[in-house]
T-cell receptor, first 112, second 113 residues
Framework: DQQVKQNSPSLSVQEGRISILNCDYT??????FLWYKKYPAEGPTFLIS?????DKNEDGRFTVFLNKSAKHLSLHIVPSQPGDSAVYFCAASSGGYQKVTFGTGTKLQVIP | NAGVTQTPKFQVLKTGQSMTLQCAQD?????MSWYRQDPGMGLRLIHYSVGAGITDQGEVPNGYNVSRSTTEDFPLRLLSAAPSQTSVYFC????????????FGQGTRLTVV
């Protein structure tokens, strides 16, 4: 039972344009959501997070939007840069101290 | 600052062999976890620990064993390796506190033949 789903395995975007990565979840108990970025042969690194009490969190070129009623979140990257090419994992947790559930990942390619 | 260190980086095992994947962190984090990454499956939690002496199972614990005798170390043991355990393994640690983010090691690529 995949509680966190990233339905697009891959995405290609032109440099300078917006990248939108989507994530859906099924567990209504999730109250904290994170995005991680992973380059080949490296471990994932934390990118941005959002609490369920918010619907938007912004950090530079990265913005995460949360739609609780739809159980959907998205990561926007504007403008996209070639260095953003990586696999992006959506993750969710409940209760603050509980284990984190990851999605299957979306491979983003930013074309120069 | 080393962060989370995993050894070895690569390993080939024969079916039935046992081995231990090492994980050490120098950030004094209470929470540590082991994940495996497989194509199309994302990162799946194997075992986790909320402090020295305390461990619990994740989503896919079968065939793996863990212990946490110190805050720094969280080794993952494969009891009798199977080809289905061919994967990339990541160790992660998180600081104590509400909704903290995880720091990952660079991974161990394990092949079981």
């Amino acid at each position: 039972d995949q509680q966190v789903k990233q339905n697009s395995p891959s995405l290609s975007v032109q440099e300078g344009r917006i990248s939108i990565l989507n994530c859906d979840y099924t567990n209504s108990m999730f109250d904290y959501f994170l995005w991680y970025k992973k380059y080949p042969a490296e471990g994932p690194t934390f990118l941005i997070s959002i609490s369920s009490i918010k619907d938007k969190n912004e950090d530079g070129r990265f913005t995460v939007f949360l739609n609780k009623s739809a159980k959907h979140l998205s990561l926007h990257i504007v403008p996209s840069q070639p260095g953003d090419s990586a696999v992006y994992f959506c993750a969710a947790s409940s209760g603050g101290y509980q284990k984190v559930t990851f999605g299957t990942g979306t491979k983003l390619q930013v074309i120069p | 600052n080393a962060g989370v260190t995993q050894t070895p980086k690569f390993q080939v095992l024969k079916t039935g062999q046992s081995m231990t994947l090492q994980c050490a962190q120098d950030m004094n984090h209470e929470y540590m976890s082991w994940y495996r990454q497989d194509p199309g499956m994302g990162l799946r939690l194997i075992h986790y620990s909320v402090g020295a002496g305390i461990t619990d199972q994740g989503e896919v614990p079968n065939g793996y064993n863990v212990s946490r005798s110190t805050t720094e170390d969280f080794p993952l043991r494969l009891l009798s390796a199977a080809p289905s355990q061919t994967s990339v393994y990541f160790c992660a640690s998180r600081p104590t506190g509400y909704n903290t983010e995880a720091f990952f090691g660079q991974g161990t690529r394990l092949t079981v033949v």
